[in-house]
T-cell receptor, first 113, second 115 residues
Framework: AQSVTQLGSHVSVSEGALVLLRCNYS??????LFWYVQYPNQGLQLLLK??????LVKGINGFEAEFKKSETSFHLTKPSAHMSDAAEYFC???????????FGKGTRLHILP | DARVTQTPRDKVTEMGQEVTMRCQPI?????VFWYRQTMMQGLELLAY????????DSGMPKDRFSAEMPDATLATLKIQPSEPRDSAVYFC?????????????FGEGSWLTVV
């Protein structure tokens, strides 16, 4: 069965610094991969996703992620953190023939002034 | 803006009471998902439906939880009897077709507290 591991339940970065949130998946075949963001007291919203094609995926709010099959990773990055990026970020995976989408445990991103 | 609507937003109930949470998926979406979010377990998939038919409810405690879709515009999640360990945020999400490659859209959640 597929699974997702997010390294670090909390990550703190200074405003203007690089954001790097790590995600590794476990799957026998390349899955579809997603990053969702959750702001306080809200539901999750899609940040970006990888299905096929280009392995570097750009999303909203300046975020991007790169699918690396050899490393079974889909890390999320943003060159320069903004205070408004403070939220919880979830990596998720679904198999190509399956409807189920499985989420990691999430990483809370703190932005330091 | 089309969105997933969940009711109630907040619910406090006593142990042993029945709780029903409702979800109106986005019009035209034919897959519906129920997730539970807690600090300890994160986001757990409880059940999902396609075209109103339950496809997988293996994540749901069968003895007290039930999920149904009476029609295409309504999904329900019922807990009977409720227990304090059921306290969590319950999210409904909907999507079009198979979710593989397609985005699913979340409601704002139902915050349940069982005392």
């Amino acid at each position: 069965a597929q699974s997702v591991t997010q390294l670090g339940s909390h990550v703190s970065v200074s405003e203007g610094a690089l954001v790097l949130l790590r995600c590794n998946y476990s799957s026998s075949v390349p899955p579809y991969l997603f990053w969702y963001v959750q702001y306080p007291n809200q539901g999750l919203q899609l940040l970006l996703k990888y299905t096929t094609g280009a392995t570097l995926v750009k999303g909203i709010n300046g975020f991007e992620a790169e699918f690396k099959k050899s490393e079974t990773s889909f890390h999320l990055t943003k060159p320069s953190a903004h205070m408004s990026d403070a939220a919880e970020y979830f990596c998720a995976v679904s198999m190509r023939r399956d409807d189920k989408i499985i989420f990691g445990k999430g990483t809370r991103l703190h932005i330091l002034p | 803006d089309a969105r997933v609507t969940q009711t109630p937003r907040d619910k406090v109930t006593e142990m042993g009471q029945e709780v029903t949470m409702r979800c109106q998926p986005i019009l035209g979406h034919n897959t519906v998902f129920w997730y539970r979010q807690t600090m300890m377990q994160g986001l757990e998939l409880l059940a999902y439906f396609r075209n109103r038919a339950p496809l997988d409810d293996s994540g749901m405690p069968k003895d007290r939880f039930s999920a149904e879709m009476p029609d295409a515009t309504l999904a329900t999640l019922k807990i009977q009897p409720s227990e304090p360990r059921d306290s969590a945020v319950y999210f409904c999400a909907s999507g079009r077709g198979t979710v593989a490659g397609n985005t699913i859209y979340f409601g704002e959640g139902s915050w349940l507290t069982v005392v």
